[in-house]
């Protein structure tokens, strides 16, 4: 009697063979240090970063930035509609002078005793009321151009050309140009051999290079919770490549391969 052999015998010892190679070779020996769940995390950000919100309500006009853009520091971003602000700063220009007008007229009639001490310091008050609505005045009429406190570059733009916003609306992110900082945090239990100035390599997952850098500050305060402390580093030069946003992984110089 011969023995039974199933027809999908063969076909699937074939398709064993030719499926197993591939898997062997998607499937690494070791695995990627950014793809390690022990190994340390790092993000790139920006010196300084902000967002530049809007002082007062009104109507933008053109903006001057665009999305990506470098800009110096004190370039005008946008600028308002500020007819109304300026109107208002011309009224309280005119009343310090009339103030100031007073005063003096009130002056020279104490000195003919056609007045007292009392509506001089009176018309004295007034002078100084006047020019603080001016400083105020001015103030205000300065919130209508959006400038950038530093160098830097747009990262966002929230607002769109001529569009009618309230005060504190957001309407530029904001990063600075320079050196970036990387922050990671790291086992509270390697705290001891950690200082300012040690040196570590920075593998970045968008470029995958790695890139030389130094501690620049310790937290003071351990995290209870996840029993880590939070470290800020610098990188020792400026690299084109990166840009603030990039993650990646960290490896002490002292720490063995």
């Known amino acids: 009697m011969r023995p039974f052999r199933s027809k999908h015998a063969f076909p699937t010892l074939l398709l064993a063979a030719v499926?197993?190679?591939?898997l062997a070779a998607e499937s690494p020996s070791t695995p990627d240090a950014l793809d390690d769940p022990s190994a340390i995390r790092v993000l790139l950000t920006a010196d300084v970063e902000t967002t530049l919100s809007s002082q007062m309500g009104g109507t933008l006009g053109e903006l001057r930035a665009a999305l990506g853009q470098k800009v110096a520091k004190d370039a005008l971003l946008a600028q308002f509609n500020c007819s109304e602000a300026d109107a208002r700063s011309k009224v309280a220009?005119?009343?310090l002078t009339m103030a100031r007008q007073n005063l003096e007229a009130k002056r020279n009639l104490r000195k003919l005793d056609a007045v007292g001490d009392l509506e001089v310091a009176m018309a004295s008050t007034?002078?100084?009321k006047a020019?603080?609505?001016r400083s105020l005045a001015q103030a205000q009429s300065g919130y209508c151009k959006v400038l950038a406190p530093f160098n830097g570059r747009v990262a966002?733009?929230?607002a769109k050309p001529y569009q009618t916003v309230s005060a504190g609306t957001p309407l530029f992110d904001l990063v600075s140009d320079g050196p970036l900082k990387?922050?990671?945090n790291v086992p509270s239990n390697l705290l001891q051999g950690l200082t300012t100035g040690k040196a570590l390599q920075i593998s970045i997952h968008?470029?995958?290079k790695s890139y030389p850098a130094h501690i620049s500050a310790v937290n003071s305060r351990?995290?209870?919770v996840a029993q880590t402390v939070e470290l800020e580093a610098r990188l020792d030069a400026e690299y084109p490549e990166l840009i603030a946003g990039m993650s990646g992984t960290a490896r002490f110089a002292d720490d063995h391969e």
Do not use: I, M, N
Not at 19 to 22: E, G, K, V
């Open 19 to 22: 499926l197993t190679p591939s």
């Open 206 to 208: 968008e470029t995958g």
């Open 126 to 128: 007034e002078v100084q």
């Open 222 to 224: 351990v995290d209870a």
């Open 156 to 158: 966002k733009v929230h």
């Open 182 to 184: 990387v922050r990671l």
């Open 93 to 95: 220009a005119a009343e």
């Open 131 to 133: 020019e603080g609505a």
